[in-house]
T-cell receptor, first 115, second 110 residues
Framework: DADVTQTPRNRITKTGKRIMLECSQT?????MYWYRQDPGLGLRLIYY???????NKGEISDGYSVSRQAQAKFSLSLESAIPNQTALYFC??????????????FGDGTRLSIL | EDQVTQSPEALRLQEGESSSLNCSYT??????LFWYRQDPGKGPEFLFT???AGEEKEKERLKATLTKKESFLHITAPKPEDSATYLC???????????FGAGTQVVVTP
């Protein structure tokens, strides 16, 4: 079984709809991240969380919200989807030991298309 | 402002033809530089972490090196299964946030 699981893997929806992407992990890591990936732009950080009570905005948080329901679960919501939010979305986790020098471990992503 | 730039954007190699990918960075206080491999339809897969200039890491046909301004990922005698997009990322704070480059897409033909 995958250590970091994202659901759904693919989603097509319409402008204005509310969408939730879910991420769960079995790695026991406290730190979790949400990214979006667009061609030519690489991965950009949307939100990150260091424990259940800690949520932080990344570089592109506008139009998104998150919920950390438990150590193992981190959800990303698009309150009112718009076409330029069409992208690949990735969840990642990392071990907080050692400060900022631990690798992040990624799920296989959600391909989101907004019509 | 921190910046991570990868070159080339795409690389086409014959099987056995060695080459190098570049990741240049302008950041303050590098905590770690990370290389990932990403296959189509998959998430990035961790390859290496480099922490200080002069450090090298190897795994099969891949070797990563680090200087004060850039990192190289050398692919020696590549095989078709080495075809993927290779991403580099840097960490500059204790919170573990990464800044990613846009990636280099490598295609190895038989």
């Amino acid at each position: 079984d995958a250590d970091v699981t994202q659901t759904p893997r693919n989603r097509i929806t319409k402008t204005g709809k509310r969408i939730m992407l879910e991420c769960s992990q079995t790695k026991g890591h406290d730190r979790m991240y949400w990214y979006r990936q667009d061609p030519g732009l690489g991965l950009r950080l949307i939100y990150y969380s260091f424990d259940v009570k800690d949520i932080n905005k990344g570089e592109i948080s506008d139009g998104y919200s998150v919920s950390r329901q438990a150590q193992a679960k981190f959800s990303l919501s698009l309150e009112s989807a718009i076409p330029n939010q069409t992208a690949l979305y990735f969840c990642a986790t990392s071990d907080p030991q050692g400060g900022g020098n631990q690798p992040q471990h990624f799920g296989d992503g959600t391909r989101l298309s907004i019509l | 402002e921190d910046q991570v730039t990868q070159s080339p954007e795409a690389l086409r190699l014959q099987e056995g033809e060695s080459s190098s990918l570049n990741c240049s960075y302008t950041v303050s206080g590098l905590r770690g530089l990370f290389w990932y491999r990403q296959d189509p339809g998959k998430g990035p897969e961790f390859l290496f972490t480099l922490y200080s200039a002069g450090e090298e890491k190897e795994k099969e046909r891949l070797k990563a090196t680090l200087t004060k301004k850039e990192s190289f990922l050398h692919i020696t005698a590549p095989k078709p299964e080495d075809s993927a997009t290779y991403l580099c990322a840097v960490s500059t704070d204790s919170w573990g946030k990464f800044q990613f480059g846009a990636g280099t897409q490598v295609v190895v033909t038989p």
